[in-house]
């Protein structure tokens, strides 16, 4: 298990904007994150999507980049859903209570 | 280079290429023929005829050469005619000489092409020969030094004591490994007339044969001296005295001489600038300071003389600087405070000598080369309470550091994972461990140690029947955490806490129980998860 920068790719899917996040979310992840999450939401959206199916590690600092995205999303009314984590990380957004504020899937 | 310093034997053969037309009455007159190939000529390192040779492209007629050289001379006295230096990549390694042609014709252009080729062949293949036949010898002059040395080695070995004596209500163990096939350390346990016992350990500054010869000459003076004297001052003023007059230059020998009343655990002793002995009691472990000069630098010198009292239970661990000076692959240093750390971690006798090699073994890495040579002697007093003893303790399945630096909580989580991989952890419980370990790792990295190079995080995992304990060292002076404010995620979103500040949250709510305990130059953070029976204990 070694340490993988975070690769975040935005795709759209039915008109909705998906991040694709591609190894450690976490502090060398930031720029990253707030990057993809501006270009995803630049055109205007009502929600963006999260895909965490290939992000293998995700730390506390992960986790407070999580919650500064979603508190921009909050100002601006854009609803924030989530899939692909393992059962490991979904316990993780349930304590911490994120899964209260994003949708949670499993499946795209 | 080596071609001028070298006097080359020159073979003179008369009968060159060219003897196949006719006879003459040189070449056949046996006689003639013998002496001249037995009279090899010698060119002398600054002999002019050396420089010419190695410069020459062509064949050298040695008749119209003019030069001021004893060695032309005697080529010409033995009639030599025509010379073709042989040069391999810019050194000569031989000469071809040639008396005059059997036709007694000059030798013509293309007799001269001919050999000039010849030349030219020869040399690389007389240079291999060459190589080939100093390469031999070389290896046999190896064999031989290979060979004393182990002889050497044989010897040194027995001049450590064959075994120690056996002292009702003591246990004593020692132990060396030079580091090389000789070394400078040595130890000594000396029984002395009265029933009292004397214990030694020494190092002598650098290694290998010149430290074997200066540590046998310590040993013996030691030896003679605490056989005539009982008190360690005197016995190091009295051996400094002695080796003075006869020591090499830059060198000196680092000893601590104590001498040990096994009846009332009285251990009087001085120290010639060694590393300080440990001494483990009911309250900790603590330094034995002696004042004095190393060994052999200055005669006349006197050396503080202090006591100690052992009470059953204490242990004392006599050491050499190899153990502290051992470095691990990010060039850190063992140290005293880990060495003392070890020590304070259990027993002491034969078990300390065996955890301290786990400990060294674990920091330099299994295959680090040993740097310098490791002494340990340890003596204990026998009976009163074992503290922390390793069996309440559990048992180490790891234990290692990790330099402080973004991102190696990752190693920290598969080190760990490695090290619990027998206890059979649910998958979902080792997860949990793995990234409690990595918040509690990152924490240290971060807040305790501020990412610094020399503060490692420690991370020890222990197993005992109904535990699993990991330990998070860090190197900071942070003292006692402050108390996390519980992260709240509506006042994160809302901008009243910020973000950060899931850690210590996310560690409680990953483990059965987490514990903070600071202490003077650390803190660490103790994640348990309880086993039944050595096995996972998860819902």
Redesign the interface.
């Known amino acids: 298990m070694t340490a993988s920068e975070l690769q975040a790719e935005v795709r759209e899917r039915d008109g909705v904007p998906v991040i694709d996040l591609t190894g450690d979310v976490d502090a060398q992840a930031e720029r990253a994150l707030n990057d993809a999450y501006a270009r995803a939401t630049a055109a205007g959206t009502d929600a963006v999507v999260l895909n965490f199916e290939r992000a293998d590690y995700i730390n506390s600092t992960g986790i407070a980049l999580i919650v500064g995205l979603l508190a921009q999303a909050r100002t601006s009314g854009i609803e924030v859903k989530a899939y692909g984590l393992s059962d490991h990380y979904r316990e993780i957004f349930e304590i911490t209570r994120l899964a209260d504020f994003m949708t949670i899937t499993d499946k795209e | 280079m080596t071609a001028l310093t070298r006097s080359f034997r020159l073979k003179l053969k008369r009968r060159g290429p060219a003897a196949d037309a006719g006879t003459s009455i040189e070449v056949a007159h046996p006689e003639a023929i013998g002496a001249l190939e037995q009279a090899p000529v010698e060119i002398g390192p600054n002999d002019p005829l050396l420089a010419y040779f190695q410069s020459a492209s062509e064949a050298v007629d040695i008749d119209a050469l003019e030069l001021d050289s004893p060695a032309l001379r005697e080529l010409k006295e033995a009639g030599v005619k025509l010379a073709i230096p042989l040069v391999s990549q810019g050194e000569l390694i031989g000469v071809l000489n040639l008396g005059p042609r059997l036709s007694e014709q000059d030798y013509s252009s293309d007799d001269r092409r001919l050999l000039e080729k010849l030349a030219g062949q020869a040399a690389p293949a007389l240079r291999v020969a060459q190589l080939v036949r100093e390469q031999k010898a070389e290896a046999a002059t190896r064999q031989r030094f290979e060979q004393e040395l182990e002889v050497a080695r044989l010897i040194q070995q027995n001049f450590l004591p064959r075994e120690l004596p056996d002292l009702p209500g003591w246990q004593i163990a020692a132990y060396y490994r030079p580091a090389r096939e000789v070394g400078g350390d040595f130890y000594d346990v000396i029984p002395l007339p009265d029933g009292r016992v004397a214990f030694v350990v020494g190092d002598v500054t650098d290694k290998g044969v010149p430290a074997a010869l200066v540590m046998s000459a310590t040993r013996s003076v030691l030896r003679a001296s605490a056989g005539r004297l009982i008190e360690p001052g005197v016995v190091l003023e009295r051996v400094n005295d002695h080796l003075c007059p006869d020591m090499p230059e830059k060198m000196f020998v680092t000893c601590l001489y104590g001498v040990l009343n096994p009846a009332t655990g009285h251990l009087r002793f001085a120290n010639a600038g060694h590393d300080l002995p440990y001494v483990k009691t009911a309250t900790g472990v603590v330094e034995l300071r002696a004042r004095g000069m190393p060994l052999g630098l200055m005669p006349g010198m006197a050396y503080e003389e202090k006591e100690a009292v052992l009470e059953p239970g204490d242990s004392v661990l006599l050491h050499s600087d190899g153990i502290v000076e051992a470095h691990d692959p990010q060039r850190g240093m063992f140290g005293f405070p880990r060495l003392k750390e070890t020590m304070a971690r259990g027993a002491g006798g034969q078990e300390l000598i065996d955890r301290v090699l786990g400990d060294l073994e674990a920091f330099t890495g299994p295959d680090a080369e040993q740097e310098d040579d490791i002494t340990m002697v340890t003596l204990e007093r026998s009976g009163g309470q074992t503290r922390m003893s390793g069996s309440s303790n559990g048992t180490v399945l790891a234990d290692f550091d990790l330099p402080s630096a973004?991102?190696n909580?990752?190693q920290a989580?598969?080190l760990v994972e490695r090290a619990v991989a027998g206890i059979g952890l649910q998958a979902?419980r080792l997860?949990?461990l793995k990234?409690a370990v990595?918040?509690a790792t990152?924490n240290a990295m971060e807040h305790g140690n501020e990412y610094r190079s020399d503060r490692p995080v420690s991370i020890r995992v222990l197993r005992s029947p109904d535990r699993l304990r990991v330990q998070v060292t860090d190197r900071g002076d942070a003292g006692e955490l402050a108390e996390a404010e519980e992260?709240d995620?509506e006042a994160?979103?809302?901008?009243r806490q910020?973000?950060?500040?899931?850690?210590l949250?996310?560690i409680e709510?990953m483990v059965d129980e987490a514990r903070v305990t600071a202490e003077r130059g650390g803190r660490t953070v103790e994640l348990v998860l309880r086993l039944e029976g050595g096995r996972d204990d998860g819902e």
């Open positions: 973004p991102g909580e990752r989580m598969e979902t997860e949990r990234t990595a918040e990152m992260p995620l994160k979103l809302e901008g910020k973000p950060r500040g899931w850690g949250f996310l709510k």
